[in-house]
């Protein structure tokens, strides 16, 4: 790649300097919009834009959509650009532009542009979603928007290079973001590899021990057929006592305050379980101190999310691994160990599908699951010795650090890589660089 040679103000503040062969147009200039209702459901390939992409979703699984409810989705076809420009004011984080490579339908709150020239619709669609990165849709109109329609953005003014250097442009963004698109999914399945590794090793070492070849005994309980020989099982309510977090709602939270941790930050990817992390707290006022002490949390309570959407999700909590003052907030169960030294081993314990078993053998629920307080205190654990249960604690921290670090090492790759690919993009479609 080089910069072109001569260049002129596009007088668009977002793109600046273009090539002087370039023209500046707006979009109305080059798009209808497409309000194609599918009337008498003729078409029934359901689309839906998701993470900046157009992808099939089963219309039988509609989310409880009736399908006369598809007789008012637009029907799109191969090469129109699909903006999803509604609340706006609320999430500043999606990616709002997708480019369709198939017929199909989609909901008709989004708006669809179908390029007057389609040679011009890749190309148009790569600027647009340069645009999106740029987060350029929240500063149209005037005001907190919630939304733009159609009369809105096609006063949008755009660039447009010669047909030839669109095709060339197109060629070498789609060759190279496929290059970048394939290390990234490289990355994300060795994260997937690395946490499979680190569910495998929890669950070995929490059920065997440390030592090598230890000697077994049959446990007799149903979710692990045999422990080491000097393992007890008990029930879960003969070491712990139960109560529940604050009955608030996310209405209550504060800027300011004193910590609490609740399940929507309980079911947060980035709890591990065993850390109560500065990244899951939340805040509300001092009058709880007063008014709810019996929620605040002790060093070594063990805080479940009484509610999950899912099954693998029932079961998630997190150890109090603090001394100071936290709350345990909304849908919570607080459960306190008769001896703290209990708790880091059983967090690792808690975090395995073997013992999460026991909680979804008895849950109930379609949409949302339960964990109740009565669930718990049926379950059974297995207890090493003092001693081997700190043995085990620690060999799991330095273990699960060391993956978790190469983890980390391979989100950075992949936040460096998609901000490679938005900085390339940009670049190239703005006329910043010439492929040549």
């Excluded at 399908?67 to 008012?72: H, L, R, T």
């Excluded at 191969?78 to 609340?87: H, K, Q, S």
């Excluded at 929620?295 to 997190?318: F, H, K, M, P, R």
Aim: negative net charge.
């Amino acid at each position: 790649m080089t910069e072109y040679t001569s260049t002129k103000d596009s007088g668009i503040e977002w793109i600046g300097a273009i090539p002087s062969t370039w023209k500046t147009h707006t979009l109305y200039q080059l798009v209808t919009q497409v309000k194609n209702k599918n009337n008498d459901l003729r078409e029934d390939n359901l689309l839906s834009l998701s993470y900046g992409r157009i992808k099939r979703r089963d219309i039988n699984s509609n989310g409880g959509l009736l399908p006369e409810s598809f007789n008012g989705y637009n029907i799109i076809e191969d090469g129109d650009i699909v903006l999803r420009l509604t609340d706006l004011q609320n999430d500043h984080t999606s990616l709002r532009v997708g480019l369709a490579t198939e017929r199909g339908i989609i909901t008709s709150a989004y708006t669809t542009l179908r390029p007057i020239k389609m040679e011009t619709s890749k190309y148009l669609y790569y600027l647009l979603h340069s645009y999106d990165i740029k987060k350029g849709f929240y500063g149209m109109g005037s005001g907190v928007r919630q939304g733009l329609n159609y009369d809105e953005v096609k006063e949008l003014r755009v660039i447009l290079p010669s047909d030839e250097e669109q095709s060339t442009i197109v060629g070498y963004l789609d060759e190279q973001c496929a290059k970048i698109d394939a290390w990234i999914s490289d990355a994300k399945e060795s994260i997937e590899e690395y946490k499979r590794w680190k569910a495998s090793l929890i669950s070995e070492i929490v059920t065997k021990g440390v030592d090598v070849n230890p000697t077994m005994k049959n446990s007799e309980i149903e979710w692990i057929d045999i422990i080491p020989d000097s393992w007890e099982v008990t029930r879960l309510k003969t070491i712990f006592s139960f109560s529940k977090g604050l009955s608030i709602t996310k209405a209550d939270l504060t800027e300011t305050g004193i910590p609490v941790v609740s399940y929507g930050q309980i079911h947060s990817k980035t709890n591990t379980g065993t850390h109560l992390s500065d990244e899951l707290l939340r805040f509300v006022p001092e009058k709880y101190l007063e008014e709810s002490p019996d929620a605040l949390l002790q060093y070594g309570d063990i805080v479940l999310a009484d509610t999950s959407e899912d099954l693998d999700g029932l079961g998630n909590a997190v150890l109090m691994d603090r001394k100071e003052k936290v709350f345990a907030g909304y849908h919570t169960i607080i459960m306190r160990p008769t001896n703290a030294d209990y708790s880091k081993y059983l967090s690792y314990l808690f975090k395995t599908d073997c013992w999460r078993s026991q909680l979804r053998a008895n849950a109930s629920g379609i949409k949302v699951f339960s964990a109740t307080q009565k669930m718990l205190k049926a379950c059974n654990v297995i207890l090493p010795p003092f001693q081997e249960q700190s043995r085990i604690a620690t060999y799991l921290d330095d273990k699960c650090a060391i993956i978790d670090s190469m983890i980390s090492e391979k989100e950075s790759i992949i936040s460096e890589l998609n901000e490679y690919k938005r900085s390339l993009i940009f670049e190239i479609v703005t006329g910043k660089r010439k492929v040549v």
